[in-house]
């Protein structure tokens, strides 16, 4: 740099390799849920009930700040997300989620099991820090409800939460389901709107069934009754007219499920963290700043326990069931659309038994 006064004397300075261009770092975060082994309201009774933001069962006070919540995309805290892992190679499976069929229904085998309990570090006593409704390993389910059958000159009534009362009406026109599908979807009623009217077909362009999914999660979608009515308000029955007592036409229903954590119960793992055994955990890399990050590859290692082999993953998402004691080193290795090799290892858990 050159300075010149008003003399013209010129006062100069040179300094080199002042500005270092390094390349982007890998950055990950993780988050988990659990709560204490003991509450008492002394302890955690610095908020009003009605700014708890939890129930008792589960008292989870909000304390994380803004900064702890790395994790910058909603879809990360979903649950469900860990059943879409391309699971790696290892010698421990119970963590996987497997698909199978129960009694005509689709269910998932997640990573809390009675099995996992058999070792010394995984006794009853280590499971304080769960809940039941936290093992559930599967995402928010929208309330929805489904009917096979239509009838002219009938109405679709539903209540909501708010007891707001939405009601269509089908006229003589109205006499497949897939005509009452294209109705009620155009519908400008704002409780029938709550819903999409999804048209079920066979292998063979049968028309099976229309399920009304809720277009929002949470309570939000719930109702409090949803029915088929004649014009004097009594029940159409299923496969006939009838009365009160007969059975509705809708035959399937069911309120919203939430399973995923929300930004209040989720706790985020930044930097080293001590938790139990059988702690489920999820990693994600929202934050990682590399332009154009692919081939995401994981390691799970034991620093401290030779006997547990490494974990590898090749998903965008780490989901594990942390059992075994001892001090982990977690490493994600990304590549950029230039084939550049990205890796960063950090030892940011320490797995301890509860005394």
């Known amino acids: 740099?050159?300075?010149?006064?008003?003399?013209?004397?010129?006062?100069?300075?040179?300094?080199?390799?002042?500005?270092?261009?390094?390349?982007?770092?890998?950055?990950?975060?993780?988050?988990?849920?659990?709560?204490?082994?003991?509450?008492?309201?002394?302890?955690?009774?610095?908020?009003?009930?009605?700014n708890y933001g939890s129930l008792w069962d589960v008292p989870i006070s909000p304390t994380t700040t803004w900064?702890?919540?790395?994790?910058?995309?909603?879809?990360?805290?979903?649950r469900v997300n860990a059943i879409l892992n391309t699971f790696g190679i290892g010698t421990s499976t119970d963590f996987q989620l497997l698909n199978y069929q129960s009694n005509g229904?689709?269910?998932?085998?997640?990573?809390?099991?009675?099995?996992?309990?058999?070792?010394?570090?995984?006794?009853?006593?280590?499971?304080?820090?769960?809940?039941?409704?936290?093992?559930?390993?599967?995402?928010?389910?929208?309330?929805?409800?489904?009917?096979?059958?239509?009838?002219?000159?009938?109405?679709?009534?539903?209540?909501?939460?708010?007891?707001?009362?939405?009601?269509?009406?089908?006229?003589?026109?109205?006499?497949?389901?897939?005509?009452?599908?294209?109705q009620l979807n155009v519908s400008t009623n704002s409780i029938i709107n709550k819903y999409i009217y999804n048209l079920v077909l066979d292998s063979s362009n049968n028309q099976m069934f229309i399920q009304a999914v809720s277009r929002y999660y949470g309570k939000f979608g719930d109702f409090k009754s949803v029915d088929f009515v004649d014009v004097d308000g009594q029940r159409i029955c299923a496969n006939a007219t009838g009365s009160q007592g007969c059975a509705s036409r809708i035959?399937?229903?069911?309120?919203?499920?939430?399973?995923?954590?929300?930004?209040?119960?989720?706790?985020?793992?930044?930097?080293?963290?001590?938790?139990?055994?059988?702690?489920?955990?999820?990693?994600?890399?929202?934050?990682?700043?590399?332009?154009?990050?692919?081939?995401?590859?994981?390691?799970?290692?034991?620093t401290t326990n030779s006997s547990v082999a490494d974990i590898y993953f090749e998903s965008k998402y780490l989901t594990y069931l942390f059992k075994d004691p001892g001090k982990y080193m977690i490493t994600l290795e990304l590549t950029d659309t230039n084939g550049n090799k990205y890796k960063k290892g950090r030892n940011i858990l320490n797995i301890k038994q509860t005394k």
């Open 105 to 182: 229904k689709a269910s998932f085998s997640g990573p809390y099991q009675w099995q996992n309990l058999n070792t010394k570090s995984c006794d009853w006593d280590n499971t304080y820090h769960l809940w039941w409704d936290m093992t559930a390993t599967t995402g928010d389910t929208p309330a929805f409800f489904q009917f096979s059958e239509i009838a002219p000159n009938t109405y679709l009534k539903i209540i909501d939460e708010k007891n707001q009362e939405g009601i269509e009406y089908f006229d003589n026109t109205v006499l497949t389901l897939e005509d009452a599908a294209d």
């Open 251 to 302: 035959y399937k229903l069911s309120q919203s499920i939430t399973s995923n954590p929300t930004w209040g119960t989720a706790k985020f793992i930044n930097d080293g963290k001590v938790l139990p055994p059988m702690t489920w955990a999820m990693f994600v890399y929202d934050k990682c700043r590399i332009a154009g990050k692919e081939a995401p590859r994981w390691t799970i290692s034991n």
């Open 1 to 50: 740099m050159k300075l010149f006064d008003l003399y013209n004397n010129i006062s100069s300075s040179v300094k080199n390799s002042a500005i270092c261009v390094e390349g982007r770092e890998v950055e990950y975060s993780g988050w988990y849920q659990s709560q204490k082994k003991f509450y008492t309201w002394s302890s955690e009774g610095i908020y009003t009930w009605k």
């Open 67 to 78: 900064d702890e919540e790395t994790p910058s995309l909603y879809e990360s805290l979903d």
